[in-house]
C-alpha cells in the first residue's frame, strides 16, 4: 500500500493534511500508529468527517521513506 505513496500527488504532515482536506478532493489518507494521539486525533476525526478512507501504518518512520523523505511524517493525504 505504502508504494502508492512514491509516484501520488501528496501533502505530508498532519496540520497540512486537515487544511487539504477542507480544500481540496482527497482519496485517502496514511496515519502512523506510532505517533502522539493529540497530534493524530483531529486528522481521524477530519477524515471521518469527510468520509475519507484512513490507512493506518506502523510507523512514522517507515511512512516518511514511503513519501521519499529523510524524516518522519504522522499523516500523508493522497490527492485525487
Known amino acids: 500500500m505504502l508504494s502508492e505513496l512514491q509516484g501520488a500527488k501528496k ?6 493534511v486537515i487544511k487539504t482536506l477542507r480544500e481540496f478532493d482527497v482519496r485517502c489518507v496514511y496515519i ?7 497530534v493524530t486525533r483531529p ?11 484512513i ?15 529523510r524524516v518522519k511524517a504522522t499523516a500523508v493525504a493522497v490527492l485525487k
Open 11 to 16: 501533502v505530508v504532515g498532519a496540520k497540512q
Open 43 to 53: 486528522v481521524f476525526d477530519a477524515c471521518r468527517a469527510r468520509n475519507v478512507r
Open 32 to 38: 502512523a500508529t506510532d505517533a502522539d494521539a493529540f
Open 55 to 69: 490507512i493506518e501504518t506502523p510507523s512514522m518512520q517507515e511512512l516518511g521513506e514511503a513519501c521519499g523523505m
